[in-house]
Structures are given as C-alpha cells and as structure tokens.
C-alpha cells in the first residue's frame, strides 16, 4: 500500500518500533479530538467544588473523574480531550497555512530570481531574526486572544522555514536539464513551476510540516501557559499546565498530565516526521525495507 502523493510505502512503518507507536499515538489522538468533544464539552465546563483536586485513579465519581478533577472542580479526563480538539486544531491549521503559503512564495522566489527573490528574501530575513515566540506575544498582547489569531501569528512566523527550504530546492532545480527541456518546447514558468518543480519539492514540504506540528504544538502551549494565548471558555493543554502551577506541590496531576499530553503528542510528531524523512532518503529506504519484510520473531 502506498500513499497517493509520495509513494511511500506504509508496510515500512512496521520497520520502526518507536515510528509505529508514534503514528498510533497522533491516530488515536485525531480520532478523540474529532469525535469526543461534541458530546463531552459541557460536562468538561461543569464546575464541582465538592470534588475540588479530587485525586486521579479513582472511580467513585465515575469515569469522567477518573483523572481527577482541577482546582474548581471540573474532571481532568474530559478536559484533556477538549483541550485535545483546540491544540491540535491551532497546530493542523497554523502547519496547513503557513506550509502552503512558504511553499508557494518559496517556489516563486526561487524560480524568479531577481528583485522579486531579493525582496521577498529581506522579508523571510525579518521575520527570522525576530524569535518567533517574542513577536507572537507581541502582537496577541495588542490583539485580541484567540484561535483565529493565534493560528495567523504562529502561522506567519513559522512560514520562513518552509520559504527558505523551498526556494534552496528551486535554486537547484530550475537548473536542471528536464527544466530546460519543458523550457525549449514552450512550457510557461507558471506550468514548470508547478508541474516539474513543485512535485519535486512537495516531499521535502511535506517531512518539514510533520516537525513542524511538534513546534507549533510546543508554541501554543508556551503562549497559553503565559497568559497571552487562548482563554477561557477555549481551553488547550498550554493553559490546562498554566492553570495548575500554582498547585504542583499539592495537586500534581493538573499540571502534569497536560504536560505528558504535550510531551507525547510533540514526540510521536517528532518520530513520526524522522521516520518520513529516512524512508525518502534512498540510502536509508533499504534498511526499513528489510527490516518490514523480516517474520515476526526472526532474529536481526
């Protein structure tokens, strides 16, 4: 089985222990997110203070307090799973726009050349000199906090890396011979732009916006825990860890089982992204090949 894009394929994942509990990991992850939160938002809101900090691992207050309740009462299980739906929603649509739009312009730069690369290149310039954190807490502090805002500052900020690795490709492709060839027999630079170099860049796009998710995720989280990302009644693992610092020495689950949320999704995005960038690299595909056509048991 291959995917449709890229071609890889996916029986290769049995080749990687840790790139298949990863990939399961952010699976099972979506699939909450996308599904839970519609039925469990209101009773994630729902305030008790009879079960304030009440302890995780028990089930006399059924399954929803199973990992304890927070600082006002609300259970830590169904917060977690809505907090899962708003930061993998902030991560999925920042990695989407501003892959998209660092590809394109990176494209564009790249194959132009000229004023056009030099301007658009002082531009990428700006924004990566400035650390992208410092300049989200800047404009969400004037602005004000929310999904749709977070998602546009982070989006903006992360583009320069995607911009930058798709113009050094172009650099090097546009000098290629199949592009002189599209060029000598008519081809517009719109359609070689598109149809001979940006499939050819689209792998390496695509490998990046995988780790990206993990940096994203890492920066929501750091925005929130400092009081400048999203509020309530919007709640993400960032601010769930905001929340419960005050209260680590006494009630250390509501700060760390976001935490291991964070840590594990950040991780598996990580792992997974790696996976994807060695299984592209002809001199590694062999040895996950190998490995993925190995029996069950049999020694390496």
């Not at 089985?1 to 394929?9: A, L, R, W």
């Not at 310039?125 to 400035?130: A, P």
């Not at 976001?258 to 990580?270: D, N």
Request: charge should be positive; charged fraction near 15%; aromatic fraction near 6%.
């Amino acid at each position: 089985m291959t995917t449709p894009s890229g071609g890889i394929p996916w029986r290769l994942l049995r080749g990687s222990a840790s790139a298949v509990a990863g990939a399961s990991w952010l699976a099972v992850l979506i699939l909450v997110a996308a599904v839970l939160p519609v039925f469990v938002t209101e009773a994630a809101n729902h305030q008790d203070l009879a079960l304030r900090f009440e302890e995780p691992f028990g089930t006399g207050h059924g399954i929803a307090y199973v990992l304890g309740a927070d600082s006002l009462g609300r259970p830590m299980l169904l917060q977690l799973i809505v907090g899962a739906r708003t930061s993998l929603v902030v991560a999925g649509l920042t990695v989407a726009i501003s892959a998209l739009a660092g590809f394109a312009i990176g494209v564009l730069s790249g194959y132009a050349g000229g004023w056009l690369d030099t301007v658009l290149m002082r531009l990428a310039d700006i924004l990566h000199t400035v650390p992208s954190l410092l300049l989200a807490l800047a404009v969400l502090y004037v602005l004000e906090p929310s999904i749709t805002n977070l998602v546009l500052v982070l989006a903006i900020t992360r583009m320069p890396v995607y911009l930058r690795t798709a113009r050094a490709q172009t650099l090097e492709l546009r000098e290629r011979v199949f592009v002189e060839s599209s060029r000598s027999l008519g081809a517009t630079n719109a359609r070689i732009m598109t149809r001979d170099i940006a499939p050819l860049v689209a792998p390496t796009i695509r490998t990046l916006a995988m780790l990206e998710v993990a940096n994203v995720i890492l920066a929501a989280a750091s925005l929130s825990f400092l009081g400048i990302g999203l509020q309530r009644p919007d709640v993400d693992w960032g601010m769930m860890v905001a929340d419960g610092r005050s209260y680590l020495a006494s009630a250390w689950w509501v700060t760390v089982l976001p935490g291991l949320a964070v840590l594990a999704t950040a991780l598996s995005a990580s792992i997974l992204s790696n996976w994807l960038r060695a299984v592209e690299d002809p001199t590694q595909r062999g040895a996950f090949l190998s490995r993925s056509r190995r029996p069950a048991g049999a020694k390496a």
